[in-house]
Structures are given as C-alpha cells and as structure tokens.
C-alpha cells in the first residue's frame, strides 16, 4: 500500500473519530447546558453563610460604635471582596432607611460591599413597592434581620409635623406619615422627636402586619424586624422597637 492510500485510509478513519466524537458532543450538549443552568439556579439561601437575626444585629451595632470612635476597618472593601459578590449576593441584614444624605447605612454601620440589603425611601415609609423588595430579600436572600432606620429631623417627618401644603408627589411621603402623627399628639417632649420615633415603630408594624411571608419567617424564628433612630449629632444608632 502506497503512503498516500494509507494517508487517505487515515484521513478516513480520523473523520469517522471526529464525526462520531461530534454526534457524542452534540447528545450530551443538552445534559450540559441543563447542567449548568442548573448550578446557576441555585438559591442563594442553600449557600448564604450562616446567620442568626441576633448575630446580624450586633454586627451592625458593633459597626457603628467603630464609626463613632473613628475606629472604622472598612470590611468587605477590597478586590477579592468584589470578585466574590460578583455572581452572587448574601447580606446578613436588609435595612429601610431614609433616602437622606446624612444616614447611609454602609457608612453608619462600618460595613462594606454585599452586607447590606438597601432599601432607602424618604421618611423610611412602607408601601407595597417597599414591601416586596423587602420580601426579596427575605424570600430569596435568606436575610435574617430587617432594621428599619430613622433618623433625628427627619425633613419628611418635619413636613407633616408642620401640615403645609407640599408641591408634587411629597404629598405621598407626607400622607403615609400622617397616620403616626395621630399616635403622639398628647405626648410630652419634642414632637418633633416623637413623631420620628412613632413611624418607625409604625413601619415595623406594617411589615409584620402587611405581609405573609414576613409574618411567617417571624414566627417560624429566621425573622427579627427592628426599629432604630440614628442621631445627627452623636452618630449613634438607637434600637427602639
């Protein structure tokens, strides 16, 4: 036999190989992309790190002690920090706080990239928008600690302390706040103060009232809903409900 003919047979042979390993890759593609949507689908809760809603709330105060001695070490900052959280998320704590400048929770709390769950609207208000994002985080994050976050002269607290008209949809703000307005009208001290501390503890109310999944996760006990005021002047986060 010539080399050429042997050549030829070789050709032959390896496109046989070749057309039998395509057949072969072609059947198990499926099995391969189900495979790895799969992987992809897997609940975060099934992976999230361990733990309890008490844990979680002295992170955040042990954080904000560190913020108010200036002892800050700005956790979960660098690049492997950001290659980790980059296909996956699990915060320890969702927290619904104001949209003020003055209050942003990373920097409150000393923490850093994927710790906290935000959920930011003026006046730290409910509304069903809120609610389901807040859900999200339980539902799907496994977060075990909701703190809803409000803070000493609040503008929006202010705004319907004072009862003037307000241009646009400030309106809503205002209207969702008027409800803890009535729960502080024969109370002594700053009412100001007073009303700030009512809607939080308002709020609190209606994530446990307003929703099933979060009532369930409370009495099932992977649930804590708190409430805190943070104070302009000290830095410091109060827990009050």
Request: charged content about 20%; hydrophobic content about 40%; some cysteine.
């Amino acid at each position: 036999m010539t080399e050429a003919r042997k050549i030829g047979k070789m050709s032959r042979r390896n496109l046989i190989v070749l057309g039998g390993a395509s057949a072969m890759a072609a059947s198990l593609w499926p099995h391969l992309l189900k495979s790895q949507s799969a992987i992809a689908e897997i609940n975060p809760k099934e992976v999230a790190p361990s733990i309890t809603a008490d844990q979680a709330l002295k992170k955040l105060m042990e954080g904000n002690q560190r913020y108010i001695q200036q002892k800050r070490i700005f956790p979960d900052q660098n690049q492997a920090r950001i290659s980790e959280v980059a296909n996956s998320q699990h915060p320890f704590a969702t927290i619904l706080g104001c949209s003020d400048s003055r209050v942003p929770p990373e920097l409150l709390f000393d923490q850093g990239l994927g710790d906290i769950f935000d959920v930011r609207i003026a006046g730290n208000i409910t509304d069903n928008t809120i609610i389901g994002s807040i859900e999200y985080s339980v539902a799907e994050l496994g977060v075990p600690l909701i703190l809803v976050l409000g803070h000493e002269r609040c503008g929006a607290v202010k705004a319907t302390l004072e009862g003037h008209s307000v241009p646009g949809h400030i309106g809503t703000v205002v209207a969702a706040i008027k409800p803890a307005l009535e729960q502080v009208q024969n109370q002594s001290g700053d009412k100001l103060d007073n009303l700030v501390r009512a809607n939080v503890k308002m709020s609190v109310d209606k994530l446990k009232a307003s929703s099933p999944i979060l009532a369930e996760a409370v009495k099932a006990g992977k649930l804590k809903i708190v409430g805190a005021r943070y104070d302009l002047d000290t830095a410091t986060v109060e827990i009050i409900s």
